[in-house]
């Protein structure tokens, strides 16, 4: 035991110069133990990101042999948990949740109304659902997952030069916030045998709701209050925030924080708005788990459908040191108004820089160059 006392641990978690903080969240299970662990992610200006271990927990699997699958869930319960702990300890704004795990189908229970699953699997998705209300579910790799160490535990020798442990997977010090395009297609026969009798499986992980009349009726009203993306981008937050009050009946007020704005922006461009509106055919062909349609005129872009539902271009870049949103850029459809609103938003913004370095941006649409060229003064 002598090499533990190598082990470190730095008291001051933040930075002088830092511009927001991310949690960021990792669960896994085995056979024998499941747990988390919490990591503080907290970014420069340079967007590079300090990363340091904040707290873990574990749990001996149960007595009576249950499913993997299962046991992931149970996990997911404990980071759950774990991460409300956190989040009311630290006097700190925390921008945005993030929480990953490696089970596919933990991520389809938990993207599932609880009312549709059977009783042991419907009262942890229901606890898992109201605790991280408002935060991030995303797929990580095994290999990357650092509670994988928790679960099948580890020789003390490795832990004091284990960096997997101390700062987590290398993405997050890349400022990235997951690590990368959708998970590896799962055992559909698995999700299904939890869902109640008479329920039809609907895979929700890899799906995403599809534009409806009354989606695009309330974009098309949003859009006429403004020409600003900006008071577009606050409306539309305040509208969120009373949605969500209305649900919770807990009132929130003051002035909208990050995270509100960063829901309303990828509300905005998901499926059942912008993209939705534009692109619904390559959407339901990725919900059919089929890829890219092959008629489609985005194919070029390599897509893929995020985490939060919105279309994203794909490509080499994802091996580079830019931050995610710049690798992978959402896709807009051409000459819609929202699509010219941020265009006009970033090159304003950036005091009317060319359109190849706009295109660096967080969104991409096709005619960056016509549109600035033609509406620039």
């Known amino acids: 035991m002598k090499c533990i006392e190598k082990v470190k641990i730095i008291r001051f978690i933040l930075t002088d110069t830092w511009l927001r903080i991310v949690l960021q969240s990792f669960a896994d299970a085995s056979e024998a133990e499941y747990g988390a662990v919490v990591y503080l992610q907290c970014f420069y200006q340079n967007n590079s990101a300090k990363v340091t271990i904040q707290a873990s927990k574990s749990r001996v699997a149960h007595i009576r042999v249950i499913s993997i699958p299962r046991l992931e869930l149970c996990a997911c319960v404990l980071l759950a948990q774990l991460v409300q702990k956190i989040r009311s300890s630290l006097r700190l704004e925390i921008s945005d949740i993030v929480l990953h795990t490696d089970s596919r189908i933990a991520l389809a229970w938990l993207k599932t109304p609880a009312n549709h699953l059977k009783t042991f699997i419907a009262n942890r998705v229901s606890k898992v659902q109201r605790l991280t209300e408002n935060c991030c579910w995303t797929h990580v790799p095994s290999h990357l997952n650092p509670a994988d160490l928790v679960s099948r535990g580890l020789s003390p020798r490795d832990l004091p030069e284990l960096k997997l442990w101390w700062s987590g997977p290398s993405f997050l010090e890349r400022g990235e916030l997951s690590s990368g395009p959708g998970p590896p297609l799962m055992n559909e026969s698995e999700y299904s045998c939890e869902l109640k009798n008479g329920v039809v499986p609907e ?70 708005m912008v993209q939705g509106e534009a692109f619904s055919a390559e959407i339901r062909y990725f919900q059919c788990q089929k890829g890219v349609l092959p008629n489609s005129k985005l194919k070029n872009l390599n897509p893929f459908l995020y985490s939060y539902g919105v279309l994203r271009v794909g490509g080499r870049l994802g091996n580079s040191d830019l931050p995610y949103v710049s690798k992978y850029p959402a896709i807009l459809p051409n000459e819609h108004k929202l699509t010219n609103q941020i265009i006009a938003y970033f090159h304003l913004k950036n005091l009317h820089i060319g359109a190849s370095s706009l295109k660096k941006r967080k969104v991409l649409a096709p005619k960056w160059s016509f549109f600035v060229q033609k509406n620039c003064i």
């Open 203 to 272: 895979m929700p992980i890899s799906s995403v709701c599809v534009s409806t009349n009354s989606d695009l009726s309330f974009l098309s009203d949003l859009l006429c209050m403004s020409n600003s993306y900006v008071k577009i981008l606050r409306i539309f937050s305040y509208v969120l925030r009373f949605v969500n009050v209305k649900k919770s009946n807990v009132i929130v007020s003051g002035p909208l924080c990050a995270s509100e704005l960063k829901q309303a922006e990828n509300r905005l461009l998901q499926a059942g």
